[in-house]
């Protein structure tokens, strides 16, 4: 949990756009192991470094499941560990029978998920502000 908290917070905060906002919600930064305990987080690792990792949410056989995180360390970005772990996302969703993955995105991500095959469908609200409602359709 150390190690996923470490890259949870620092790409968090590695967007200016929303370190405003975490600093005045410093709770925000705090990465529960509940998902972790229940098996539904994939963690990417180099060297033996944690270097991202993305969990989802729903039930097994349900239409969709949830991409609830998705966190990269900032040294790693763009260097396909967020695509590896869609990938590996997209195997699991669709061996658990569901037919999408939802997201609801950061706006400063939008052109990663797109590039990794979401589409927009709205906005959705969140604590911090407007969020992009995303879909992935698993075909």
Not at 65 to 72: Q, R, T, Y
Not at 108 to 115: N, P, V
Request: charged residues 30%.
């Amino acid at each position: 949990m150390p190690s996923l908290r470490r890259v949870f917070r620092a790409a968090s905060l590695s967007n200016a756009g929303d370190r405003a906002a975490l600093a005045a919600h410093p709770e925000a930064l705090e990465l529960a192991d509940r998902a972790v305990r229940e098996g539904r987080t994939r963690v990417a690792t180099e060297g033996g470094e944690v270097v991202g990792f993305a969990t989802l949410a729903g039930s097994d056989g349900g239409e969709e499941l949830e991409l609830e995180d998705l966190f990269v360390a900032p040294d790693r970005m763009r260097q396909g560990i967020g695509r590896r772990l869609m990938v590996d996302a997209a195997g699991i969703a669709r061996r658990r029978g569901a037919r999408r993955i939802v997201v609801v995105g950061n706006p400063h991500a939008r052109a990663f998920y797109e590039d990794v095959g979401f589409r927009t469908v709205g906005e959705a609200a969140t604590e911090f502000g407007p969020g992009l409602d995303m879909r992935l359709e698993l075909g």
